[in-house]
């Protein structure tokens, strides 16, 4: 399964996706394109928002179950990354696929509000695994520093090195109990937009620091593509980018709360 929302034109700012979806019959007829879709190559169906009806911006769009078989939607591109290289990312094309009306997620015309709460789910799940992700790296950093010894002592005994590993530590707990507050809010079935948001930012530049931290702690070896610091620095960069880029949820946050 995809969630393919994302277009060549049309990324940070969804309300500018362009395309379409025209009732014919007891039909939906899809064309367009969309791009960086995660899982487009191998997925079985796709959770597609696209505008059904000719109302500009938030208004107009539809959610709509596109099976990946249908005749018309194609794969027109993989798209090779810098991370996450085990997961595919593809461009797909949609040239008047057709799919039944009854495909039709929720209600017609409200896709971008039923969207924008998926990404509350979407945004909070990248939390905790990047919580559980940097848990794990810097335990193995700590293991690594405890037995890698220079000037004649393991390097975890310099005070610069524990220090700035502690700082980490302590900021990542902080994330982690706060992980742990924002499930709580959205199993009391509240809205927790300003706690998604508040806890991808954070985790996308915590994970960019621990991710740098880690690598360098590990000296040359953690530069080798041998040496799992490596592939963690690669896919570690997403974070900030992909389900809204950092700069889209302080967007997010500068329009709620004191800001409002
Ligand atoms: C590996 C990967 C997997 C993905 N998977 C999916 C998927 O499964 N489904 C899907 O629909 N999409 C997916 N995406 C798309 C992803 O959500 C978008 O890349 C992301 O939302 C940013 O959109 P964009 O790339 O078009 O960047 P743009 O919108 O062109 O923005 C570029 C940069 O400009 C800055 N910027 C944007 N808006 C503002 C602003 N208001 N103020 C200040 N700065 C701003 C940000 O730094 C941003 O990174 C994926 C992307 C990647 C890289």
Request: aromatic share 8%; with cysteine.
């Amino acid at each position: 399964m995809s969630i393919a929302v994302t277009e060549p034109d049309a990324g940070s700012d969804v309300a500018a996706i362009s395309t379409r979806a025209v009732a014919d019959g007891d039909e939906w007829v899809i064309n367009g394109a969309k791009l960086y879709i995660t899982n487009g190559v191998q997925a079985d169906w796709l959770c597609l928002l696209a505008r059904t009806s000719g109302d500009g911006g938030y208004a107009g769009m539809s959610q709509i179950i596109v099976p990946t078989a249908t005749p018309g939607l194609e794969v027109s591109r993989k798209l090779d990354k810098l991370g996450n290289r085990s997961s595919d990312t593809a461009e797909l094309s949609f040239s008047d696929v057709r799919v039944p009306l009854a495909n039709t997620i929720g209600e017609v015309g409200q896709g971008f509000f039923q969207q924008m709460d998926q990404f509350q789910h979407e945004r909070l799940i990248a939390a905790y695994l990047s919580v559980g992700g940097m848990t794990r790296a810097l335990e193995r950093t700590i293991t690594y520093l405890r037995q890698r010894r220079a000037f004649g002592a393991p390097l975890l005994d310099n005070q610069y090195v524990a220090y700035r590993l502690a700082e980490l530590d302590s900021e990542l707990d902080l994330l982690r109990e706060y992980s742990y507050a924002c499930a709580e809010k959205m199993m009391q079935n509240k809205d927790v937009t300003r706690q998604a948001s508040i806890a991808k930012l954070i985790a996308g530049r915590l994970q960019r620091q621990v991710a740098d931290t880690c690598i360098q702690f590990h000296g040359g070896v953690g530069y080798m593509e041998e040496t799992w610091t490596a592939r963690y620095f690669r896919d570690s960069r997403l974070l900030s980018i992909g389900g809204g880029a950092d700069e889209v949820m302080l967007r997010i946050l500068s329009r709620m709360g004191a800001f409002a």
